[in-house]
């Protein structure tokens, strides 16, 4: 078992940045590969970034290419989500998840809600203009 818990959320103004954390319990962190996903009011929850289990390979959504960036510690069982340029659009419940797959082959992969196991409570994000 795995349990996820972010933090690092708040509200910010246009333009601004966040640094997003998520700590991970359990022996097993290093071998998964993580993804931060988001949520916004009325909406589904859809893929932001990911990464590989050492962190080789990354993964982005369009949307966020550019201006975010994922990181993880292994030492620390943290994987941490920079997020810079943020826009009002930003604004959702952003989550962690844990893979039991190592690494993605494919953006697209990366990006199913069905590759990940484990879920953390999620954390808010405000962007206001």
């Known amino acids: 078992q795995v349990q996820l818990v972010e933090s690092g959320g708040g509200l910010v103004q246009a333009g601004g940045s966040l640094r997003l954390s998520c700590e991970a319990s359990?022996?097993?962190?290093?071998?998964?590969?993580m993804g931060w996903f988001r949520q916004a009011p009325g909406k589904e929850r859809e893929f932001v970034s990911a990464?590989?289990?050492?962190?080789?390979?990354?993964y982005y959504a369009d949307s966020v290419k550019g201006r975010f960036t994922i990181s993880r510690d292994n030492a620390k069982k943290t994987v941490y989500l920079e997020m810079n340029s943020l826009k009002p659009e930003d604004t959702a419940v952003y989550y962690c998840?844990?893979?039991?797959?190592?690494?993605?082959?494919?953006?697209?992969?990366?990006?199913?809600?069905?590759?990940?196991?484990?879920w953390g409570q999620g954390t808010q994000v405000t962007v206001s203009s």
């Open positions: 990464i590989s289990w050492g962190g080789g390979r990354t």
């Open positions: 998840a844990a893979s039991r797959s190592g690494y993605f082959t494919t953006t697209g992969q990366a990006a199913l809600r069905g590759a990940y196991a484990y």
């Open positions: 359990g022996r097993t962190f290093s071998s998964y590969a």
